[in-house]
């Protein structure tokens, strides 16, 4: 609603800063109800699935919706969500009840907010992705080299600081455990490839071939074919073959997608632009629910919460990190409209990135494979 009566640009990054905290609280506390609820096996992968299908539709309905009301008022994009919002927080506190361990707990049995690890470790995650945007624009800018200095410094801190915490942001070990680390590296290639593609993707639709947001988005509602794959066939296929299995045919989608793009020009239409948008529904229908099922697969229970946390910082981390490095591709140092080679120019960013996800979901299925005939053996 902030954002909606907005009349500086400080105000939207203001905006974006509690966005974004807020989902650091929801994602994973959600994540976990979900890890908890349900015993490892089909009916988690299931509702993984589901929870997943629901997740990525908001990225996609997000798009369509976005421009539907941004062709009314620009302000209804923040005002429409803050409605929702209210809705949610009113159905949520009436139905999903209160854990009764926690309610039984003492203050002291409870865990403890590690604040001085969480805003040490968003520094350091921002004083990357200025470094990047700063030798970006300008290479010989002192600043860039000492953003990613101050980085690195940050790091250190951070994890001193979750060494000494008596309740860590990050409990050691965690990180490395099962296939988390796995997962959260594809997540993180993977979403910070699909938002620098998407935003490349819209920017050359509407400046380039003069496309109203309504039509932006009604294209990009094509990739609504994840609905009707991800709660019915992503399950049965998980069943059969595995997370890792389904979640490599994802990343192949998708990069075959990505690079399907790399061929549109100046009088492209959107039947040239439909088979990326088809694949990248099928991409999110594969990957985000076996992904997520994926990364608590050989994580204690009780660090599932956790294990979610890693996974969705590694999504905003990638989301930003993507669209910093394909704007400045983008841009390439000319402060004029970008012209039909920019544009083709930072299609290669998400491409290249959904091509290391990919390499490294492979590298992922023939571990699980190896792994799997050893323990047959």
């Not at 000492?146 to 008596?166: C, H, Q, T």
């Not at 997608?257 to 991409?283: E, I, K, Q, Y």
């Not at 990638?318 to 930072?346: C, F, H, K, M, N």
């Amino acid at each position: 609603a902030l954002g909606g009566v907005a009349q500086d640009s400080w105000v939207l990054i203001l905006v974006r800063f509690i966005t974004g905290a807020t989902a650091g609280f929801m994602t994973p506390a959600g994540f976990s109800l979900l890890t908890t609820t349900f015993p490892e096996g089909p009916l988690r992968n299931k509702a993984l699935a589901i929870y997943g299908a629901i997740g990525a539709s908001g990225f996609l309905l997000g798009v369509v919706v976005g421009g539907v009301l941004t062709s009314l008022d620009w302000r209804l994009v923040f005002f429409a969500p803050a409605a929702l919002a209210l809705g949610f927080l009113v159905v949520g506190w009436a139905f999903i009840a209160r854990d009764p361990s926690r309610d039984k707990a003492s203050t002291n049995q409870r865990g403890q907010f590690d604040l001085a690890g969480g805003l040490t470790l968003t520094a350091a995650m921002v004083s990357v992705v200025f470094g990047i945007v700063t030798v970006g624009e300008n290479a010989s800018n002192p600043f860039g080299p000492i953003a990613f200095g101050v980085a690195a410094i940050l790091a250190g801190v951070f994890a001193v600081i979750e060494r000494r915490a008596s309740d860590p942001l990050i409990p050691a070990g965690v990180v490395t455990r099962g296939l988390l680390p796995w997962a959260s590296s594809i997540g993180l290639l993977f979403i910070g490839a699909f938002f620098a593609w998407q935003f490349v993707l819209t920017l050359y639709l509407q400046e380039l071939l003069g496309w109203t947001p309504l039509q932006t988005g009604l294209a990009f509602s094509a990739m609504g074919i994840e609905l009707l794959i991800a709660p019915f066939l992503t399950p049965r296929l998980v069943e059969r073959f595995g997370n890792a299995a389904v979640m490599v045919t994802g990343l192949g989608a998708v990069a075959v997608g990505f690079a399907l793009t790399l061929r549109l020009d100046a009088t492209s239409g959107f039947f040239d632009l439909l088979p990326s948008l088809l694949l990248l529904g099928v991409a999110f229908a594969f990957i985000y629910g076996p992904l997520t099922a994926a990364a608590v697969e050989g994580v204690d229970e009780s660090e599932h919460g956790v294990a979610g946390g890693i996974v969705y910082t590694g999504f905003q981390f990638g989301a930003a990190l993507g669209v910093s490095a394909v704007t400045i591709v983008l841009v390439g140092g000319d402060p004029g409209p970008a012209q039909l080679e920019d544009y083709q120019r930072a299609l290669i960013v998400p491409s290249a990135a959904a091509g290391l996800a990919l390499l490294i979901g492979l590298l992922l299925s023939v571990r699980q494979r190896t792994r799997s005939i050893q323990v047959a053996d």
